[in-house]
C-alpha cells in the first residue's frame, strides 16, 4: 500500500520536475514500507541515503530550471533556503534511525507527508504561474 500516492494535483507542469517529484514518491514509499514492514534499521538507512542523494540531485536541478524559466530570484533565493532546510530536516531524521533501537514510525511519517505533499504544493506550485508564460 501507498503511503503518499501521486496524482494530478502534484503537477507542475515541467516533464524534469515532475519526473522527478514521482521519483520522490517511489522513495518515500519504499522508505515507509519498509518502516512498516520491520525492516533492520541498516535497510531503511540504505534508502533514507538514496532518498537524501535524490533530493539534493533534485534540488539543484530544480534551482537551475526555476532560473531558466524566469522565477523571480528573491522567490529563487527563498526557495533555496526551503531545500537547505529539508535536507536538514532530512539529515536530523537519518541521524535519529542511526542512532536508535527502536523507531517513532508515527513521527517519521509525519515528516515525509509533510516535506512531500505540502513542499510540492504549496512551494513547488509557484512555479506553475511562471511556466504558463
Known amino acids: 500500500m501507498e503511503f503518499v500516492t501521486w496524482c494530478g494535483l502534484f503537477k507542475i507542469g515541467h516533464p524534469v520536475i515532475d519526473q522527478q517529484h514521482r521519483e520522490l514518491f517511489r522513495i518515500v514509499n519504499e522508505f515507509h514500507d519498509q518502516l512498516t514492514r520491520g525492516q533492520p534499521s541498516r535497510v531503511a538507512i540504505d534508502t533514507l541515503n538514496g532518498l ?3 533530493a539534493q540531485e533534485h534540488f539543484a536541478d530544480e ?3 526555476s ?3 524566469g522565477y523571480p530570484e528573491e522567490q529563487q533565493d527563498r526557495h ?3 531545500h ?3 535536507i536538514y530536516d532530512i539529515f536530523d531524521l537519518h541521524k535519529e ?3 536508535s533501537e527502536s523507531i517513532d514510525l508515527k513521527s517519521i511519517s509525519n515528516f515525509l507527508n509533510q516535506w512531500i505533499i505540502l513542499h510540492i504544493l504549496i512551494e513547488d506550485n509557484q ?3 511562471f ?3
Open 52 to 54: 537524501i542523494k535524490f
Open 63 to 65: 534551482e537551475v530550471i
Open 67 to 69: 532560473k531558466e524559466f
Open 80 to 82: 533555496r533556503h526551503i
Open 84 to 86: 537547505e532546510k529539508l
Open 97 to 99: 534511525i542511526s542512532g
Open 127 to 129: 512555479y506553475k504561474a
Open 131 to 133: 511556466l504558463d508564460h
